[in-house]
C-alpha cells in the first residue's frame, strides 16, 4: 500500500485526522495491524496523540473484534473441511509482500536520483580571492551597518509634504541642529565604514558597470564583477551572459 492510502485508512478511524495519521505513519505504524498491536504508552508516545485519544482507538478496535467473532467461528468451520485452500493462499500472500518490498526501493531511487539532478543544476556562485585584512574590513564594516540608525530628514513626521530622505538640518531653532537627545541623529563621519572597503559589494568584489560584450575585456575575475545596465536589452544581455561565462567573469544582477 502507498502512504496516501495508508493515511486514508488511518483517517477513518474516530479522533485521527490527516495530521495524526501522518505522525502516525513517520513513527512507523503503516498499517492496522500495527496499531492494534501496539499499547496505549507506545501511542502516547506520539505528537498529538493523548492518553484519552490512545484509549479511544484501542476501544474501537475492541468493539469491532466482538462484532467479528461469530464471522470468524464460522470461517474456521469452513476452514476445517478445506485445508488444502489455505495451503494454496498462503504463498500469495507472500508473493504481494515481495512485490511492495520490491516497489519500495524503486521509488527510493527515482527519489535519489531527483535530488542529485537539482544538485547538479544548482552552482555555487563565484567569489573572489581576497586577503585576511580585507576580510577582517568587511566583516567591521557589516557590524558599522547594523547598528547605524535609518537617517530621517528633520520634522519628517510633521507633515505629509516633507519626504523622508535625508537633508541637512538648518535654522537657529532647530532642535535636531543643536543635537538635543530626544530627536533622530545626524549623518556624522563615525558612522562610515573602513576607507579601503568603501564601494566594494558584500561579496568582496569591486563593481563594473557593464553595457556591452567589449566592456568585459577589462575585468579582472579575481577582484572584480560585472554589473549590467537597466538600459541593456535583452538580446545585448544574453551576449554579455554568454561572454561573461567564458571569461569566469560573475554578474551581480542574474
Do not use: C, W
Given at each position: 500500500m502507498t502512504k496516501k492510502e495508508i493515511i486514508d485508512e488511518l483517517t477513518k478511524i474516530q479522533g485521527i485526522g490527516k495530521a495524526k495519521a501522518e505522525a502516525l505513519y513517520k513513527k512507523g505504524y503503516d498499517s492496522i495491524e500495527k496499531l492494534k498491536e501496539a499499547d496505549v504508552k507506545d501511542?502516547?508516545?506520539?505528537?498529538?496523540?493523548?492518553?484519552?485519544?490512545?484509549?479511544?482507538?484501542?476501544?474501537?478496535?475492541?468493539?469491532k473484534i466482538k462484532?467479528?467473532?461469530p464471522k470468524t467461528q464460522k470461517k474456521e468451520k469452513v476452514d476445517k473441511s478445506k485445508p488444502a485452500e489455505d495451503k494454496v493462499e498462503k504463498p500469495k500472500a507472500k508473493k504481494k509482500i515481495e512485490k511492495k518490498i520490491e516497489e519500495?526501493?524503486?521509488?527510493?531511487?527515482?527519489?535519489?536520483?531527483?535530488?542529485?539532478?537539482?544538485?547538479?543544476?544548482?552552482?555555487?556562485k563565484k567569489k573572489p580571492k581576497l586577503s585576511k585584512e580585507t576580510v577582517k574590513r568587511l566583516n567591521l564594516r557589516k557590524e558599522i551597518k547594523?547598528?547605524?540608525?535609518?537617517?530621517?530628514?528633520?520634522e519628517w513626521f510633521r507633515y505629509k509634504k516633507i519626504p523622508k530622505n535625508w537633508r541637512k538640518p538648518d535654522?537657529?531653532?532647530?532642535?535636531?541642529?543643536?543635537?538635543?537627545?530626544y530627536r533622530p541623529s545626524k549623518v556624522r563621519v563615525g558612522f562610515r565604514g573602513p576607507r579601503k572597503v568603501r564601494g566594494l559589494h558584500s561579496s568582496g568584489f569591486e563593481e563594473v558597470m557593464v553595457y556591452n560584450v567589449n566592456d568585459l575585456e577589462g575585468i579582472d575575475p579575481k577582484k572584480q564583477a560585472a554589473r549590467i545596465g537597466s538600459s541593456v536589452g535583452t538580446k545585448k544581455r544574453n551576449d554579455i551572459e554568454k561572454k561573461a561565462n567564458e571569461l569566469d567573469v560573475r554578474?551581480?544582477?542574474l
Open positions: 501511542l502516547t508516545k506520539v505528537d498529538g496523540i493523548t492518553e484519552n485519544i490512545a484509549k479511544n482507538i484501542k476501544n474501537q478496535f475492541k468493539e462484532g467479528e467473532k519500495k526501493p524503486e521509488k527510493e531511487d527515482k527519489e535519489e536520483t531527483e535530488a542529485e539532478e537539482e544538485e547538479e543544476k544548482y552552482k555555487v547594523s547598528r547605524t540608525p535609518d537617517f530621517l530628514r528633520e535654522g537657529i531653532t532647530s532642535k535636531m541642529r543643536i543635537n538635543l537627545k554578474i551581480l544582477n
